[in-house]
């Protein structure tokens, strides 16, 4: 598969973004998608510290609040922070709305960079939405299946048959993502937002077994 550059990453020099085409072109419809989702209850093998969790809903929060204020009925944006770095998607009215929308986030506190994949099309159609939400729930189950990646540690997003994976992984875990997201059906492209850790980062970063774990391994 052919890497190529996204349409548009904003200061954020830290992590890397790849898009891989797989095949079928784009759908020309954008999503209707509400920004700001919150995401559930934190997950214990979430990699992001619990302040950055708790940032990032509040970034989710406020970039949707001044995004209606800004934006209004000309577009349906859609806000996913993680790690303190953004991602925008969904659809507006015009360049300058786009331009718009990501100047309004950059001025959000906490927000550490944008990637900005808003499309300048009409609303997406009901079934168009729904595809998208099967296409996730499938990336999401086939992660789950796979025992040589932590699923949990991957955030999925799905956009006009477009999937972004976000997530704090290893060059290996990155790959391994891309690969069961790229033979997923439905899925005809795949945007790499990640920060990639090396194997002595993420040790670091995870638990250390108690004695009674330690002693349960040595049998």
């Known amino acids: 598969m052919k890497s190529i550059e996204p349409s548009r990453w904003s200061r954020v020099a830290a992590a890397t973004l790849t898009v891989v085409l797989l095949g079928a072109a784009v759908s ?23 302040g950055a969790q708790l940032e990032d809903q ?22 996913t922070s993680y790690n303190r770095r953004v991602l925008l998607t969904g659809d507006v009215a015009s360049e300058q709305d786009k331009a718009l929308a990501e100047s309004t986030v950059m001025g959000v506190e906490n927000v550490r960079g944008i990637v900005n994949e808003l499309g300048v099309l009409g609303a997406s159609s009901l079934s168009q939405r729904s595809s998208d939400l099967l296409v996730t729930g499938r990336v999401k189950a086939a992660m789950i299946d796979a025992r040589d990646l932590s699923a949990s540690a991957v955030k999925v997003v799905t956009t006009r048959g477009t999937v972004y994976l976000m997530g704090l992984l290893t060059q290996r875990e990155a790959d391994r993502a891309t690969e069961i997201t790229r033979n997923t059906q439905g899925v005809q492209r795949v945007v790499r937002v990640l920060e990639i850790l090396s194997e002595e980062e993420l040790a670091r970063m995870l638990p250390k077994p108690s004695e009674n774990e330690k002693a349960t391994l040595a049998k």
């Not at 020309?28 to 619990?50: I, K, W, Y």
Request: aromatic letters at 2%.
């Open 28 to 50: 020309a419809c954008a999503p209707l998608v509400v920004g700001g989702a919150m995401t559930g209850a934190f997950v214990v093998t979430d990699r992001r510290t619990s």
């Open 58 to 79: 509040g970034i989710e929060l406020r970039a949707a609040n001044r995004l209606r204020e800004q934006i209004g009925q000309r577009g349906n944006v859609s806000v």
